[in-house]
Structure formats: structure tokens, C-alpha cells
């Protein structure tokens, strides 16, 4: 072997062994090393306490060794009480009187003079069960039988049944779905409190249950995705899920859950689950079906099919992701890389409250000079392709165009966190159910999540929420018009819950107890 061959083997060899030795760190701090993606503490947080994506300080290795090995006392924060009650809670109001109606000295001529107020305590008042028993009256109209010469009978209407033929009242019904889809409690837990109430019953007809409610909701369900493909901006992801029983599938084979949303600063906000039996572009096409408009999503080629109407955007927290990985095994170049990125974060958070048109005002005039440089860095760095920073560098190139255009945009986000946290939402759902039974359980995991989620974005409570919708359909025609189920979207549906929540002040009490 000629030395020049030599030479280019070992050269070769070196490379081998400093990307394996790459991959051994990545995969020693994925297993050891703390799960969370971190910031100088330097630097600004990227988001305020309730939207943050990476929550604790990262270390950069640029800290002073003065500061890496000292440790800085912390300031004592004056404790501030955090509890807060809401509004729409009952107050009792209790005043402690002598048992027995007299003084101490056993006098019961006594005056109330005043009363001290002493403390508060919220109240928790346990689940309890009760069968309703339903009957029919009927009636007889004396004048009625008079005047047209008939019996003058006729029956009081009975509301119809939630399902015929069984126990389940809306009530309970919305109280499983909560329970599961809100809460992340599973059917089989769910099944010990039910019996507890006095209910044995079993995990089959609690599923058939969330299923077959699903199903009667399935013309309001395709109405949300209606006004999903409506809207001029939109974030998309999908996440794996599993399906015991999909036909031509295996059982431990993956299938998959999308989400599409509208950005959080749009009105009307809308959440939309999609289960597809696979990754495919095809089904992305179905889930963006009729839509005409902005998608911001990451950087799957499944995307790519979707046409030339619809106008694709990067995601620029993906791109973080792989800076930050690259970062964590020492690899140099990652670390200013990584800096730009979180500068850019920086200031896109300052921007947060302003309006699409003066967001994008300050992108063009302040981030174009950041971006430039990023590129600029990117495009001469040169790196090792199957490093964790050569990966970060193509994945990003790969998506500079859809990256550059959220500059000239000032409705969409900066990152695609928003449906990433609706996603994340159904996973730890996902950690508690692990899978789905059959493809009925895995599209109405759908149905309920798309209104579950809604409900969250619109500000409403989702255990009302979905009791209104189980009443509702008993009630909507088999075959609904788009303004009959226009009623019960979220944002049409809160301005309605405020007029009967007045209303039912005014009403008398009832004679009978509703389901």
C-alpha cells in the first residue's frame, strides 16, 4: 500500500473514531444526564414562566473558573402566599354559635352583639352516585277533550337517552372521558371509584362508551377541521401511537397521531387531531385537505407533498434542538451557533404582545442582521457530516428556505412549541393508556383530544365543555347543518355558556335531578 493511501486510511480511521467517540458521550448524557434543554444564565429566558420551552440555565462552558467553582449563596425570597380562589366558587358563610343556646354560665337570655371573622377553608365535597328512575306522565286536558271532542291525553316529553338501552346518563359518560383524556387516568383505574360509587360495570362497555360518543359527535368533529382548513396560519407535528388490532398491521408496529392548530395569537383558536395508520405523505394530504395557506412544521418530507398551496415555514426550536446536542458533546463551532439561536429566541420573546404587522416590522430591522451572521458561519464551517454538529449543519441548510420566510411574517411563530405542547398533551396520556385497542379507540382518541384541547385554547372548562356536547348529541339531527353545529365551537359556544350561566341564576329550583 503506497504511503499517500496509508495516510488517507488513518486519516480516515481518525474520523471513524472521533464521531463513535461523539456518539458514546451523546448517548452516555442521554441515559445519565438531565433530560432538560438548558440556557446561560446570562442570557434572557426565551419565554416567559408559562410558555417555556427550556427551562433551566445552560451551560456553555464560557462561565469564569471563579464562577464554575464557587457557589453563589442564595437570596432569600420573602414567601408569598400562592393560592387563589376563583370567582365562580360558592362562599358559605358559618357562624360559630353556642350549641346550646346559652352562656357559660348556663343563661339562655343571650344577644348577639357581633361576630369576628376568624379564617377560611375550601371545601371538598366527594363524588357520589345516584340511579335515576325515569317515567313518563301522562295527562289529561278536560277543555282540550271538550273542544275538539277527544280524549285529551297526551304524555310530558322525555328527554332522549344518551345511548338506548343503558345505564350510562351524560353525566357519568363525560366524567370517563374527562377522567381519561384530561386527567390521564385509564379505563381499568377508572373502574375501582365507579364501583366504589355502587356501579360494577367493565372496562369493555366504559371503551365502547368513549367510542360510540365519539362517533355521534363525528359531524361536529369534521366541522372543527372545516374551520381549521379556513385559517391563513397554521403548525402541524405528529407523534408515533400504537394499535393492538389495525388490520394488515402488526400489533407492535407504529401508527401515528397528528395535530394541526391554528398560532396562538390568531382568534378562534382551533386544535385538530388526525390518526393515521401510517407517515405518509398521502395522509398529510387528507389531513391538509382544501387548505390554502401558511404551515409551519418541522422538516419531514411527508410535508412536501402537500402542494404548491399551501406555503411552508420552518420551525427554528428543531434546528435549536440539534445545536443544543451538538453543543452538549463539546463539539467545536456548536457553542456560538447555539448562541445566535437563543438570541434570536431572545428577542423574539420581547415581541410577544405586539401585533403581526409590528412583529414583523422588528424581525426585518433587528433579526435579518443575526440571521446573516448565523448563515454565514453555517456555510464555512467545516465538520465531520456524521458529527452531531454536521447533522445539526445539514438539517438546517436543509431547511434555510422555510427558515428564512417566518422573517417576512408576522403572524406565524418563531418555533412550532405551540402544537408540540398539544402533542405532548395526548404522550402523557399515551405513558398512562400505553395503546389503543382497535382503529375506533385510536380515531376517537382524536375526536375527544380535538375538543378537549380546543376547549383549553379558548380558555373554556373542558368537563362542562364535553357535557354540553354529550347533551348535544342526543339532540342534533343525524344529518346537522354547518350553522347547527357552528352553536358548540368553542369560541361561539363561550358567548352562549355566559347567557345561560345568567339565565340559570334567575331559574327555580328543579323537581327532579338531572342527569
Request: net charge positive.
Amino acid at each position: 500500500m503506497a504511503e499517500s493511501e496509508k495516510d488517507q486510511r488513518i486519516h480516515e480511521l481518525e474520523a471513524e473514531i472521533a464521531t463513535l467517540k461523539e456518539q458514546l458521550t451523546y448517548f452516555t448524557r442521554k441515559i445519565y444526564a438531565s433530560k432538560s434543554e438548558t440556557i446561560d444564565p446570562n442570557q434572557t429566558s426565551l419565554f416567559d414562566e408559562k410558555d417555556r420551552v427550556f427551562t433551566e440555565p445552560e451551560q456553555t462552558g464560557d462561565q469564569s473558573s471563579a464562577a464554575s467553582n464557587q457557589v453563589q449563596p442564595k437570596k432569600s425570597k420573602k414567601k408569598t402566599r400562592q393560592e387563589k380562589i376563583d370567582a365562580k366558587v360558592p362562599v358559605r358563610v358559618t357562624i360559630i354559635e353556642p350549641a346550646d343556646g346559652k352562656c357559660p354560665a348556663g343563661h339562655s337570655d343571650i344577644t348577639p352583639i357581633g361576630k369576628k371573622y376568624v379564617r377560611e377553608e375550601l371545601h371538598f365535597v366527594p363524588a357520589y352516585a345516584y340511579l335515576e328512575k325515569i317515567y313518563e306522565q301522562s295527562y289529561k286536558c278536560e277543555q282540550c277533550a271538550e273542544n275538539t271532542a277527544t280524549s285529551g291525553l297526551w304524555k310530558s316529553l322525555v328527554p332522549p337517552a344518551l345511548f338506548p338501552h343503558s345505564l350510562a346518563s351524560v353525566s357519568l359518560v363525560a366524567e370517563v372521558i374527562y377522567n381519561k383524556f384530561v386527567l390521564g387516568v385509564p379505563l381499568y383505574r377508572q373502574l375501582s371509584e365507579i364501583s366504589r360509587l355502587g356501579y360494577h360495570t367493565s372496562e369493555a362497555t366504559l371503551t365502547n362508551w368513549v367510542i360510540k360518543a365519539a362517533q355521534q359527535l363525528t359531524p361536529l368533529y369534521e366541522e372543527f377541521h372545516r374551520q381549521l382548513c379556513s385559517a391563513h396560519h397554521l403548525q402541524g407535528d405528529e407523534t408515533p401511537i400504537e394499535v393492538l388490532r389495525e388490520p394488515g398491521k402488526a400489533a407492535t408496529s407504529k401508527s401515528y397521531m397528528w395535530v394541526a392548530r391554528t398560532p396562538i395569537k390568531e382568534p378562534n383558536p382551533t386544535v385538530y387531531y388526525a390518526y393515521g395508520a401510517t407517515r405518509s405523505g398521502a395522509f398529510a394530504q387528507s389531513v391538509y385537505e382544501g387548505y390554502q395557506g401558511v404551515l409551519q412544521c418541522d422538516g419531514y418530507s411527508g410535508y412536501n407533498l402537500l402542494g404548491t398551496g399551501v406555503h411552508r415555514m420552518g420551525c427554528w426550536a428543531h434546528v435549536r434542538r440539534k445545536f443544543y446536542d451538538a453543543n452538549q458533546s463539546h463539539i467545536k463551532g456548536a457553542q456560538e451557533l447555539l448562541h445566535l439561536i437563543d438570541e434570536m429566541f431572545a428577542r423574539e420573546r420581547k415581541w410577544q404582545a405586539y401585533s403581526p404587522r409590528a412583529r414583523r416590522r422588528r424581525r426585518r430591522s433587528c433579526l435579518r442582521k443575526i440571521l446573516k451572521r448565523f448563515w454565514r458561519i453555517v456555510d464555512h464551517t467545516e465538520v465531520l457530516p456524521q458529527s452531531r454538529l454536521g447533522k445539526a449543519i445539514t438539517y438546517a441548510q436543509s431547511q434555510r428556505p422555510y427558515l428564512d420566510r417566518i422573517i417576512n411574517d408576522g403572524v406565524i411563530d418563531w418555533s412550532n412549541n405551540a402544537s408540540e405542547r398539544n402533542m405532548k398533551s395526548l404522550v402523557i396520556g399515551r405513558k398512562n393508556w400505553l395503546f389503543s385497542t382497535s382503529t375506533q379507540g385510536a380515531e376517537s382518541i382524536a375526536i375527544w383530544m380535538t375538543f378537549i384541547e380546543s376547549a383549553k385554547a379558548n380558555h373554556i372548562d373542558p368537563r362542562q365543555y364535553l357535557t354540553d356536547l354529550l347533551k348535544a348529541s342526543t339532540v342534533l339531527p343525524a344529518f346537522p347543518k354547518p350553522e347547527e353545529l357552528a352553536v358548540y365551537l368553542p369560541w361561539n359556544y363561550r358567548k352562549y355558556q355566559n347567557v345561560d350561566q345568567r339565565t340559570d341564576v334567575n331559574e327555580s329550583p328543579a323537581t327532579t335531578f338531572a342527569a
